[in-house]
C-alpha cells in the first residue's frame, strides 16, 4: 500500500524502489524533493539508497523484524526525528550517513553496521541495546555525542569514535575489546577501563586531549608494570595521559 498526500508518504507491507517510482509518476510527485515524512507499517526491508539525498523531517519505522539497506536515508539534511517501533531493527552499512541534522536516536532495538550514523555531525545523544552490543566500524565517527552508556558493548571496531567533538569521557565495565584507532583523533579527556577491558595499542591514537586513564586492576597484578606497559602503548594510551590504577 502507499499512500501520499501534504508531503506525507504512508506505506505498508512490501514496497521495493520501482513500486514507489512508478506511483511517484502517476501521482506527480519527486521522492527526493516533495515528501517530508515517512511512515512504513509492517516494513520488511527499506531498500538500499531508497531516499537518499531526499528531503525527508521525519521518519517512522514499524514492523517486525526490519533491515534497513545500505545509505537508504544517507545525506538526508533535514532529517530530525527517526523512530524504530520494530522488535528488532537492522541498520545497514551508511543507512543514515551525513544526515547532519540528526540530533538523537533510540537504538535500544537495534544492530547497526559500519557507518551506520558517520558524519551526523549534530548527533549528541543516543541509547544503545542493554547487551551484546558491536559498535561496528566508523558507527559514529564524527558525530557530536556528549555522552554514551557502554555497560553492554561487547566490542568497539576501528573508527567506532573517530574524530567525535563533544565525547569528554567514557568508561567500559566488562569483557570489552577496543580495537585500534577507535577513538582517533577524537577529543576524549578521560578513559575509564575495567580489568577485562582488552585495549588494542592504538586504540586512542592521536587523542591529543586524552589526560587521565583509570585503569581497574587487582592490587599486586599488575602495579608493577603499569608504568611499563604505558610506555609501551599496551594500553593505548597516548605517551602523555597520565595512568590512575583503581583497586
Known sequence: MISFR???LKLQGDVSALNLQEYAREHDFAIREDIQELYWKDVEFV???MFARSKLQKVELTGNFVEIGTKSFADCED???VDFYATRTEIGDYAFTRCISLKEVD???CLMHNGAFCGCSKLRKVKLPERHV?????V???TD???INTEGVDYVFPHAFAATGRLKSIRFYGHTVIEDLAFMSSEIQEVYLSRDTMVSSDAFAYCCNLEKGFVAYEHGWMGDYLEDLMIDGMLGF??????????
Do not use: H, Q
Not at 558491536?134 to 566508523?138: A, C, E
Open 6 to 8: 501534504k508531503g506525507i
Open 145 to 147: 555525542i556528549e555522552e
Open 47 to 49: 531498500p538500499d539508497r
Open 238 to 247: 597516548p605517551p602523555k595521559t597520565d595512568i590512575i590504577e583503581l583497586f
Open 134 to 138: 558491536l559498535l561496528m566500524r566508523s
Open 107 to 109: 537504538l535500544s532495538k
Open 79 to 81: 532529517l530530525v526525528c
Open 140 to 142: 559514529f565517527a564524527m
